[in-house]
């Protein structure tokens, strides 16, 4: 074990860079960018903006939720954990959580984006003066260990994985992130798991198609993004979003469509994309309660507790280690 991996000397991904994963991902058939990359400083500026849409239900429908069972869920994990995030970024929805749990031995925040990490602590720190915030710079897909704690080294572990993250890893790679996540928290372990649920195709389709247009600003910003980090020359106005529900799959697909021949040099290489070719940027997996135990099940978790709104629109689960 590493003593207390200090922010600094740690790696933000063992990962692919944005150019090779462009440049891989377009050489490909079917075309496809890993949906980790819609995340720059703009893209998450533009996901805040989708989170506070007419039509974009999920997250504050999981912070009612949140707030609503805080004090539930700190009773069900007893005191003296370690609070675990996966992919913390601001960390709004975990103040819920430090606001009813007892005695957090600490809270470990993992996340890909430095700066977003220690913008955040420092914040936390200023709020919650007592608590031990130990950051951790890492892709929690990734992740081969959790920071060794002497003050706490013997606390049970609670993971935090909220806003449906999990819903855009494809079926393969959430139950390798759950099984990974079931390692890091320990035979003591639980994990408290936001998941968007199956609903009416309309509702999922109009959360992904605003009438705004901010989610195609979204997707687009991918484009935008290659053209400021890699040298594009993308004419956003010859592209457009594009996103539905896929009931067979469960899943919303989301891609960026072209909409007419036409030839793009990035990072010195030269791309062509027919009229109608689509780029696959993103899945939304929808999970229904049988769906969240398929996954559970064999990543060494049982379901024992599951929180929902009144519409039944998005869930809360509380997962337990087998
Ligand atoms: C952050 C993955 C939960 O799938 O709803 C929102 C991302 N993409 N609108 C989702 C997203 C377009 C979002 N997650």
Redesign the pocket.
């Known amino acids: 074990m590493v003593p207390g991996l200090p922010l600094k000397n740690t790696r933000a991904s063992t990962g692919d860079t944005f150019e090779a994963a462009v440049l891989a991902g377009l050489s490909r058939r079917p075309r496809a960018i890993p ?1 980790k990359f ?1 995340y720059d400083a703009q893209g998450s500026a533009l ?1 805040d903006a ?1 989170c506070e849409l007419p039509e ?1 239900y ?1 997250t504050r429908t999981e912070i009612t939720i949140l707030r609503a069972r805080a004090p539930e869920i700190a009773a069900l994990a007893g005191p003296g954990r370690q609070l675990i995030e996966f992919g913390s970024g601001s960390s709004v929805k975990t103040r819920l959580l430090l606001d009813s749990l007892e005695a957090v031995a600490a809270y470990v925040p993992i996340d890909i984006s430095g700066e977003h990490l220690e913008a955040t602590s420092r914040r936390l720190r200023a709020d919650y003066p007592a608590l031990a915030i130990v950051p951790v710079c890492a892709d929690y897909t990734d992740l081969p260990m959790l920071p060794w704690l002497p003050g706490s080294s013997g606390a049970a572990k609670l993971g935090f994985f909220p ?3 999990i ?2 890893l494809d079926p393969d790679e959430a139950l390798a992130f759950l099984r990974n996540a079931r390692r890091l928290l320990g035979p003591d372990g639980a994990l408290v798991l936001g998941a ?1 649920l199956k609903k009416d195709p309309g509702m999922l389709h109009a ?2 198609n605003d009438s705004a247009g901010v ?1 195609a600003a ?2 687009l910003n991918l484009l935008a993004r290659m053209n400021r980090e890699l040298g594009a020359n993308f004419d956003l106005e010859g592209f457009a979003h594009e ?1 539905f529900y896929n009931p067979a799959a469960g899943r ?1 697909e ?1 891609y960026i469509r072209s909409l007419q021949p036409q030839s793009v040099r990035i990072a010195g290489q030269r791309f062509f994309f027919d009229a109608g070719e689509r780029v696959h940027t ?1 899945y ?1 997996y929808k999970y229904d309660l049988a769906d969240m135990d398929a996954l559970a099940v064999p990543a060494g978790f049982v379901r024992t507790h599951t929180w929902t709104d009144p519409g039944r629109l998005f869930s809360v689960n509380y997962l337990v280690a087998t």
Do not use: M
């Open positions: 949906a819609l996901f989708i974009y999920l806003g449906s993250t819903g855009n968007d959360a992904y989610t979204f997707s996103a919303i989301i993103e939304s």
